[in-house]
């Protein structure tokens, strides 16, 4: 029975990350750990580390850099609803901001190709081969 108490107690920082939604996989979560994206108090942090009630952690994803406190420890995947029970988000107000004009910055160019402009179609082709013949 103390081994299952001892199991309850121990866990892992990059299953953490995964179990609460912050990264898709647990191999990304991992990644990121030995990738200096996770941080404590200002230094990098392995994967295996335990994560403890209370510990806060600096973690850059793809989109934002997230500052969260631990609330509880979640040993398995569940819906985000339920994640986030488990941490409390205490990211600065200016790095909160500095994403919300970075998204109103981006919002005019998504990268992706606006509709009637470029290439032309295979019926404007054969009209413009049309036309020049």
Request: with cysteine; aromatic share 8%; charged share 35%.
């Amino acid at each position: 029975m103390s081994s299952n108490t001892e199991k309850s107690e121990k866990l892992r920082l990059d299953k953490y990350l995964w179990s609460i939604r912050l990264f898709k996989t647990r191999s990304l979560a991992a990644a990121a750990c030995d990738s200096g994206k996770v941080k404590q108090e200002g230094s990098q942090i392995k994967a295996a580390k335990q994560v403890h009630v209370g510990d806060e952690y600096d973690v850059r994803t793809e989109g934002r850099l997230w500052r969260i406190k631990v609330t509880g420890l979640l040993h398995s995947r569940v819906a985000y609803s339920e994640a986030i029970k488990f941490y409390v988000d205490i990211t600065p107000a200016e790095e909160l901001e500095r994403l919300q004009l970075q998204r109103q910055a981006s919002s005019f160019h998504t990268g992706k190709r606006l509709s009637k402009v470029g290439r032309p179609t295979k019926k404007e082709r054969r009209d413009l081969d049309e036309f020049m013949d």
